[in-house]
């Protein structure tokens, strides 16, 4: 787990302090008032799209409820392997090496070498190699891996590095390149990362079809192309034929936490980082794994075989989404990283109280002050945060992430809900991308 350090260098509004001390009395609020409405754990509404790039591999746009904007184009190629970096059995001996994944960030209005895209895209590139380091940690997952994904049409857990495994001297190299359409009105890590989370789930690498150690040739068929992150077809939420008992890789997640006082606020809005005491970025993967939670419903198995004889696609599907309830998703979140990040509050104007003044009717001095300002901070004035955070607030942040139900879970399943492995081009909605998904495995 990495820690590290970091300034907001983004635009934000400039509040009087008096702006700011009502709108850190209002955050502080059992429950928080935000600016926009939104409840603590609520996230700014967002609208996305998939593929929307040719000529590439997987991509993806997302636009939030503020007007920012990103498009996330993923291109991937092969290139050699260094000299000794893979053993004879074809084992990363990196597990994950960094330059696998290249990650660039165009941010309108800022140097390619200025500090914010910089930090953002090695961030975001941490977090996947992590992720894939991490899934290939364990001993029996990574001796398994490559027979299991064989087995079961890429479906097992497997890390990155060896999804991008051609042979000894080739591997993929992914280009992700992020474009940032609007220029920063927050800090614009969760739209960079929930967009790249998209894009990667929506990319597709071509099959191998040479063997061995042969110069790779693949398949011409962009249908055959195999997901970088393997994903449950209808047909594997179906007791009777699915196969995908091991579990599957999610690309990473980086989520942008902030804390007023004990109040913790997730996905953060520029007026509310004005008043932040403390900001984490904190990175998460997950795998799930999908399994039968009603194997002795002898009655749903006869269903599903009536179904197959009679070989009509309408009792079949009736059929399928009978079952289908019966499977469920058991969803594990990791830990990849904690980042703290300066907040912009830090270098705010301090407010200064009113001690109470003397003023003469005959005289036109200034009004001089009758006391002296306390040294220490004042209810109703706003004081910018000094110093760090305690131990106890960061506990706080990662329960209300990685708990049972919490953060980490609903913005997966807020994401798993884009059907990004739709078909390019399928008209009908769900029910008949449905009905060609069983035409299609049916025969």
Known sequence: MATTTTTASTSYPLLSPAELAYLHTSLSRTPPIRPDGRRARQFRPLATEWNLLPATNGSARVCFSDGSEAVVGVKAEVAPSAAGMIDDGGVDRAQADDSWVTL????????EDDGLPVYLAAMLTEALVVSSAASAASPASAASASTAAGAKGGKGITSLS???YINRRFHWRLCIDILLLSPPLSYPLPLLSLTTHLALLATRIPRLVSEGEEDPVFDDDWE???????????????PAYSNASSPRL????TLLVMAVGSTILFDPSQEELSVADMVLAISVAATETLHNVDDDDDDADVDVEMADDDGSIARRKRATKQRQRSMTTTRAISLLAIRTIDPPSRLTTPGV??????????????????????AGPVDGVW????????RGLVRDVLRAVMGRGGVADEVFDGLEAVVVGRPKGAEGGDEMWWDEELRRWAC
């Open 224 to 238: 055959a192309a195999e997901w970088l992150y393997p994903r449950w077809s209808p047909r594997d939420r179906v």
């Open 104 to 111: 660039s960030i165009d941010i309108p209005g800022v140097r």
């Open 162 to 164: 060896r999804k991008l």
């Open 383 to 390: 004081t910018p945060p000094r110093g760090g955070f305690k």
């Open 250 to 253: 999610l690309p990473p997640i």
């Open 353 to 374: 109280p009113d001690p109470g003044t003397t003023t003469s009717t005959t005289d036109a001095t200034p009004p001089t002050p009758s006391a002296v300002p306390p």
